[in-house]
């Protein structure tokens, strides 16, 4: 069973359009996530949630919106895409944001396109 | 989160160990020391982590220094399959701030 699922896992489409990435985790997790890899490889998180709140949100713009219908779903919404916004996107969960002594884990990612 | 310097790249023959350095100088006291990999075009998977003490589990042992500036991840015995990009992390709470990583290519 796959832990973190991440969905579609490619997706292109055109500037300007409104787009969702989907992601759930059936690892019994509190805290799931959202990271951006960029074409140079540099991986940085944008979101977290915990129990449906959001915790981090890394200066990202609010074309970025995510949603968090319960604890082990966490989608986001992009509108109005840009060109830059190209990258694999990664969902990740763990069991407790405040404790240093849960690891990651992720999913294997959105290949987002923009053309 | 305190920043982590990785060398770039690393070769290991198949069979022998890996060791891969890590300096976090500025670590503070409550920071953990994570070490992930990304196999290409997959998600990031999580190896092993510890505070002060060296830690082992199936996949890799982690040495950490008595100052807790740096530390070593090791692959006891490297295969093919363990070519990736190695990323040690220093993490309080749920934030993981990945630098650049070690992109570690294992030779037959």
């Known amino acids: 069973d796959t832990a973190v699922s991440q969905t579609p896992k490619y997706l292109v489409t055109q500037m300007g359009n409104d787009k969702s990435i989907k992601c759930e985790q059936n690892l019994g997790h509190d805290t799931m996530y959202w990271y951006k890899q960029d074409s140079k490889k540099f991986l940085k998180i944008m979101f977290s949630y915990n129990n449906k709140e959001l915790i981090i949100n890394e200066t990202v713009p609010n074309r970025f919106s995510p949603k968090s219908p319960d604890k082990a779903h966490l989608n986001l919404h992009i509108n109005s895409l840009e060109l830059g916004d190209s990258a694999v996107y990664f969902c990740a969960s763990s069991q407790d944001s405040k404790g240093n002594k849960q690891p990651q884990h992720f999913g294997d990612g959105t290949r987002l396109s923009i053309l | 989160d305190a920043k982590t310097t990785q060398p770039p790249s690393m070769d290991c023959a198949e069979g022998r160990a890996a060791n891969l350095p890590c300096n976090h100088s500025t670590i503070s006291g409550n920071e953990y020391v994570y070490w992930y990999r990304q196999i290409h075009s997959q998600g990031p998977q999580y190896i092993i982590h510890g505070l002060k003490n060296n830690e082992t589990n199936e996949m890799a042992s982690l040495i950490i220094t008595e100052d807790r500036k740096s530390s070593t991840l090791i692959l006891p015995h490297a295969t093919l399959r363990d070519t990736a990009v190695y990323y040690c992390?220093?993490?309080?709470?749920?934030?993981?701030?990945f630098g650049d990583g070690t992109t570690l290519t294992v030779k037959p």
């Open positions: 992390i220093v993490r309080v709470g749920s934030k993981s701030t």
